[in-house]
Every structure is written in structure tokens, then in C-alpha cells.
């Protein structure tokens, strides 16, 4: 995990799961020797950490167990960026043919091998948990039949339940070919979206306030923070920019590059998407901004105007299910308002000279979008879903193109545009991908690597 830069070093943590209780060996860094640290005990499994940091720019190593791992802290001038989002599928994920489901992680790590990746944004979906609810009775029908309910004793249980269930879905999908070389050598930094919880957490109303669902997301909200991030509650006022935690925002700055990602679940409802805590500290991350700066939105933040289709929807009660996966959108009717007051953030980000770009995951395509900003150059919309997750029919990536041609101004004088990716002729692709964002000589592009098509030639941000 990607910490921070101190004056000559940066501060990394690596995450170690044990088979047992037992204390892991000491990792070596830089001549020193460090021990880990024990940040809990998950059905029996040590979930330790190192704390630990290597020179700046050069390339540096770690020992941990006998092996050693190579990071590129070269963070000054040229620079490569990862995205990935959309680490899973929603049934059967543990089950899938690890060489089909890992072919863009075994490509992505084959690229990092030639050139190196300095940084590994994970924007959401990191695992599919939607199956951690199975298996227990009070669980088991979640979200729509819960019994009337539950005992103390019985929540206990099922609080152990999906503690191991989460556990055991973090420790294979980390461990898979291609994404356990690259968790080794690329620090990474990671924002959640519903499906490290649950489908739709946020937009699902009532059920979400039971027992039950408040015990799903406090054990979420654990295997986020332990697995995603290798902290525990004792470690959020260092690490997110909510001290309270209520939020589970961060920003992270290295030369000339502010990353941003704000928490887009921990207060989402089905009338907001971020709460006061997520709001008040988002606003107050935007000063003192590096030259550019990556907005990581879990869900696109600039895309067609799906208010039509929600409209539609709304004749139908069939449509129910379909209609909360809209109301998880910044473009949902629901959330207007505060979708534009994100837009005009970043628009008031341009003007004081700083270059934003917003990369998203969650729709299980590539595609890509431009807002007028009023400054000659478009602020970019980059979305790459996803890394295992296999794409939808064709047929719907052609809807939603045809969809994306209404185009969509929230704010009237600052029109958004879908448009296809370089070399494609649709606006949405439908292939599994990852992105890479490049600083070349001061300058910013971006290309996605695609299943079938391969790689797009550079887009210039
Ligand atoms: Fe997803």
C-alpha cells in the first residue's frame, strides 16, 4: 500500500495473511529489519502489517520470506499509473477458470515487467462479496426477505460469518496470478464501491438500517479497511481525510500529482451520495493541489443522461431492481444537485491552473467522456471496467451509445460528451480492460488495454 512521500523515502505497508496465528517473519528494507504488526485475528488467520519505507527515485527492493520484490520509486518526471476496477463477478467468482478469469491481471503484470508501474489505483469493486450473505440463516435471504428478528447472539454469529466469508474471498482474489505479483511490487491505493459490501449498498433504503444490514456493513467496512488499506479504526485520522471515519475519503500527493478519491458508500443513501463529513472534508482536500490531479469516482462522474431511462422505469414496478442500480449513479434524478456541485468543484479546480482528470470503474466497459470546463482543453472522463469481471452483451453497450447521443448538461453551460475510445467506432466497448495514465516529459495521456481490440493508442488529458 501506497502510504506517502517523507523528505528522501517513501512510506509503504505490506499486508500479510497468515494460515495460522503464528508472528510472520521480520521484512527487510533499506538495511533494517521490520517486525510486523498484528492488526487481527480473522477465524484464526494473523492479519499482520509492515510498516516500512524505501529511498526515493531509484529502484529499490524488499525481503520478506526469502523472496525479494523490486518497487520503482522513480516518481519524478516520467511516471505510469494503473487503474483497475471491477475485480470479480457477483456469483461464482471463487469458482471461475483462473486463467480466463485472470488474463488482463496476467497482462497488465506483463506490462509492468517492461515498463514499470510507479502506482496501482484500485477504484471499487475490488472483490464481489455479494456471496458472503449466503450461508447463514439471517443472511441468507438478503436484501429482500430478512427474518422479523434477530437476536444478539444470533447477530454475533453472522458478524463471524462475514468475517470469514470476507476474509476468505480477500485472501483468494489477492492471490491470484498476475494480481499477487503486482500487489508485491506496485504500491496501490484503493476506494471501495458497492460490491466490496454488497450490490447497491447505499441505494438499497430501509433494509440497509436493520440489524442485519448495519452488521454487513461494519464487517465490510472492517475487510475495507484491514484489506484494502492494511489499517485498522486506530489508523483512520492518519489515513483518511475524515478523522471520524464516517467517511472513507484519502487524497494522496506525489510530485506534480494529487490523487483524490472520495468515499462514494460509507454515507450514500437513496437521497445522497456523500453525507457532511464526506462533503466538508472533500471540500477542504482541495487546496494546496499538485499540478494534476486524478479524481478516482467509484461510479463514472460524467456519463449519458440515464434521468431518461429512470423516467421510463418508474411506469414499471418490474423495473424496481434495475431502477436502484440507476439511483447509484451521480446522473440519477435523485442526486442532480449534488452532482453538479462535484462539477462545479472541479470546474473552480481548472480555473485555479490545476488539470483534473476522473477515472471511474463499475459499468463493465471502456469508454470515455469530456466536460467543457470553458478552458481550451476538456476536463477527461476516463472509465476502465473491468480487470476480471466479463463485459455485458454488445447489444447493451450499443443502447447505452445511443443513449450517451442526448448528451447531458447539468450545469447548462458546461455540455458533457461521451465519445469512443481512440480507434473505436462506439462510445462504449465492450471488452474487459485496464487503464495506464502516463506523464511523459511533463505531459499527461492515457490508453486502455483491451481484451480483443488491444491496446488504444495514447488519448492526450
Ligand atoms: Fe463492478
Not at 517486525?35 to 526515493?56: E, I, K, N, Q, S
Not at 437476536?151 to 460469518?161: M, V
Not at 488539470?355 to 469530456?370: F, K, W
Request: overall charge negative.
Amino acid at each position: 500500500m501506497f502510504r506517502g512521500l517523507a523528505e528522501r523515502s517513501v512510506r509503504l505497508a505490506a499486508l500479510v495473511v497468515r494460515d495460522d496465528d503464528s508472528r510472520p517473519p521480520a521484512l527487510t528494507a533499506g538495511g533494517r529489519s521490520h517486525p510486523a504488526l498484528r492488526l487481527a485475528t480473522v477465524a484464526g488467520h494473523g492479519v499482520w502489517r509492515y510498516d516500512f519505507a524505501l529511498p526515493l527515485g531509484t529502484v529499490s527492493d524488499y525481503g520478506l520470506a526469502g523472496r525479494t520484490h523490486r518497487v520503482d520509486t522513480r516518481y519524478e518526471g516520467d511516471l505510469h499509473v494503473g487503474f483497475v476496477s471491477c475485480n470479480g463477478e457477483e456469483n461464482g467468482d471463487l469458482d471461475r477458470d483462473a486463467d480466463e478469469r485472470n488474463a488482463m491481471w496476467q497482462r497488465l503484470r506483463a506490462q509492468h515487467a517492461t515498463r514499470p508501474l510507479h502506482v496501482l489505483l484500485h477504484g471499487g469493486d475490488q472483490v464481489y462479496a455479494d456471496e458472503a450473505t449466503d450461508g447463514h440463516r439471517l443472511s441468507d435471504g438478503w436484501p429482500d426477505e430478512l427474518p422479523e428478528t434477530a437476536a444478539p447472539a444470533d447477530l454475533d454469529d453472522l458478524r463471524l460469518h462475514l468475517r470469514e466469508r470476507f476474509l476468505h474471498r480477500y485472501a483468494i482474489t489477492y492471490a491470484a496470478p498476475g494480481f499477487a505479483e503486482l500487489a508485491a511490487e506496485v504500491p496501490s491505493l484503493m476506494m471501495w464501491d458497492d460490491h466490496d459490501i454488497c450490490d447497491g449498498w447505499g441505494s438499497l433504503g430501509d433494509v440497509e438500517r436493520t440489524a442485519i444490514g448495519q452488521t454487513l456493513f461494519r464487517t465490510a467496512r472492517e475487510a475495507f479497511l484491514l484489506y484494502q488499506h492494511a489499517a485498522t479504526d486506530d489508523d483512520v485520522p492518519d489515513l483518511f481525510l475524515d478523522p471520524e471515519g464516517l467517511s472513507l475519503g484519502f487524497r494522496r500527493d506525489l510530485p506534480g500529482l494529487t490523487i483524490l478519491a472520495p468515499d462514494l458508500r460509507s454515507e450514500r443513501t437513496r437521497a445522497r451520495i456523500m453525507g457532511p463529513n464526506g462533503w466538508d472534508r472533500f471540500d477542504a482536500a482541495l487546496a494546496d493541489l499538485q499540478e494534476r490531479v486524478f479524481l478516482v469516482s467509484s461510479v463514472p462522474l460524467l456519463g449519458p443522461r440515464l434521468s431518461l431511462v429512470e423516467r421510463l422505469m418508474q411506469l414499471t414496478r418490474r423495473m424496481e431492481r434495475y431502477e436502484d442500480d440507476l439511483r447509484d449513479q451521480w446522473q440519477s434524478r435523485a442526486h442532480r444537485a449534488e452532482w453538479a456541485r462535484m462539477l462545479r468543484r472541479l470546474i473552480d479546480v481548472e480555473a485555479r491552473g490545476h488539470r483534473v482528470t476522473a477515472i471511474s470503474g463499475e459499468i463493465h466497459l471502456a469508454t470515455r467522456a469530456t466536460l467543457d470546463t470553458g478552458r481550451p482543453e476538456p476536463l477527461h472522463q476516463l472509465v476502465a471496467s473491468g480487470i476480471s469481471h466479463r463485459a455485458p452483451p454488445r447489444l447493451y453497450a450499443m443502447t447505452l451509445g445511443t443513449l450517451a447521443r442526448f448528451g447531458e448538461a447539468p450545469i447548462p453551460e458546461h455540455p458533457i460528451r461521451i465519445a469512443p475510445l481512440p480507434g473505436q467506432r462506439h462510445n462504449y466497448t465492450a471488452e474487459r480492460n485496464y487503464l495506464t495514465l502516463a506523464r511523459k516529459r511533463g505531459t499527461w495521456s492515457a490508453r486502455w488495454d483491451l481484451e480483443d481490440s488491444g491496446t488504444t493508442g495514447w488519448l492526450s488529458i
